[in-house]
């Protein structure tokens, strides 16, 4: 496996919010991980991420223990993580918002690749992050990460807030991922989208994981129907 959690217990002070969490990413595949508002999937890739420290459980990445090592290793160590509400810093172009996600490496990234992955953003290089609309923030901030070079990507509800047809280049993206080889974990709320690129996934409820399987496993079953898929049937 690529990325291997088990085990894992994570929280805030004294509060705990997550029990118990493992799972496991191979290199070349997306595992979505869905769950209601407050249910900890932010919380988990904080944890997994280094942003809070797990206080119990494992975490590898390619057979390497990485768990509760600082954040600001973790993307030479090969995790990035896209945090949610695509940050981008506003006033810098695109540019060298895209060239920070290469610091990890010594500055080196491959811009040309990124701008395969998101040809839109090519035209809009020399322009400043903050004038961009919302899809191109996100494409952006994914395409920072990737300038690292990670072996595995976490993504914390890209789709956010975004129109169906960006969401479905973010998801074509994020197949493309797949097929170079990374390992994809993909939290999100708009279950129809993960569910539809996703090789597996993983419902959690109050900080454990509750449920998995494929996407067409889940499906049939009734409560994960009503609770993310407004009842419809597949
Ligand atoms: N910085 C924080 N300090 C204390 N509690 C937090 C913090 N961030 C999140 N929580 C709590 O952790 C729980 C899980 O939240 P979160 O991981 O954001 O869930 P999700 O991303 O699934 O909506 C919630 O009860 C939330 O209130
Ligand atoms: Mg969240």
Same mark, same amino acid.
């Given at each position: 496996?690529? !990325? =291997?959690? @088990?085990?894992?217990?994570?929280?805030?002070?004294?509060?705990?919010?997550?029990?118990?969490?493992?799972?496991?990413? =191979?290199? +070349?595949?997306? /595992?979505?991980?869905?769950?209601? &508002?407050?249910?900890?999937?932010?919380?988990?890739?904080?944890? !997994?991420?280094?942003?809070?420290?797990?206080?119990? +459980?494992?975490?590898?990445?390619?057979?390497?223990?990485?768990?509760?090592?600082?954040? #600001?290793?973790?993307?030479?160590?090969?995790?990035?993580?896209?945090?949610? &509400?695509? !940050?981008?810093?506003?006033?810098?172009? /695109?540019?060298? &918002?895209?060239?920070?996600?290469?610091?990890?490496?010594?500055?080196?990234?491959? *811009?040309?690749?990124?701008?395969? !992955?998101?040809?839109?953003?090519?035209?809009?290089?020399?322009?400043?992050?903050?004038?961009?609309?919302?899809?191109? $923030? $996100?494409?952006?901030?994914?395409? @920072?990460?990737?300038?690292?070079?990670?072996?595995?990507?976490?993504?914390? #509800?890209?789709?956010?807030?975004? =129109?169906?047809?960006?969401?479905?280049?973010?998801?074509?993206?994020?197949?493309?991922?797949?097929?170079?080889?990374?390992?994809?974990?993909?939290?999100?709320?708009?279950?129809?989208?993960?569910?539809?690129?996703?090789?597996?996934? /993983?419902?959690?409820?109050?900080?454990?994981?509750?449920?998995?399987?494929?996407?067409?496993?889940?499906?049939?079953?009734?409560?994960? @129907?009503?609770?993310? *898929?407004?009842? =419809?049937?597949?």
């Amino acid at each position: 496996m690529m !990325l =291997a959690v @088990r085990g894992l217990d994570a929280g805030y002070g004294k509060l705990a919010i997550l029990h118990d969490v493992s799972l496991d990413v =191979a290199a +070349g595949e997306i /595992v979505t991980v869905v769950g209601s &508002n407050g249910a900890g999937k932010t919380t988990l890739l904080r944890a !997994l991420n280094g942003i809070i420290r797990p206080t119990a +459980g494992t975490v590898t990445l390619d057979g390497i223990d990485i768990a509760g090592r600082a954040t #600001e290793k973790m993307a030479a160590l090969g995790l990035m993580h896209v945090p949610e &509400n695509r !940050l981008c810093f506003p006033s810098l172009s /695109v540019r060298d &918002n895209l060239n920070l996600g290469a610091w990890s490496r010594g500055g080196k990234g491959d *811009l040309a690749a990124v701008l395969e !992955l998101f040809p839109r953003l090519e035209p809009r290089l020399g322009q400043a992050a903050g004038t961009l609309s919302g899809g191109e $923030q $996100q494409m952006v901030a994914i395409g @920072r990460g990737l300038m690292a070079s990670p072996k595995a990507i976490i993504l914390d #509800e890209p789709s956010i807030g975004l =129109a169906p047809k960006v969401v479905a280049e973010i998801m074509r993206v994020l197949t493309e991922l797949r097929s170079r080889g990374l390992a994809v974990l993909l939290v999100e709320q708009n279950v129809r989208a993960s569910f539809g690129i996703a090789d597996r996934a /993983v419902v959690m409820q109050r900080g454990r994981v509750v449920l998995e399987g494929t996407p067409a496993e889940l499906v049939e079953l009734p409560e994960v @129907r009503n609770a993310y *898929l407004g009842g =419809a049937a597949a």
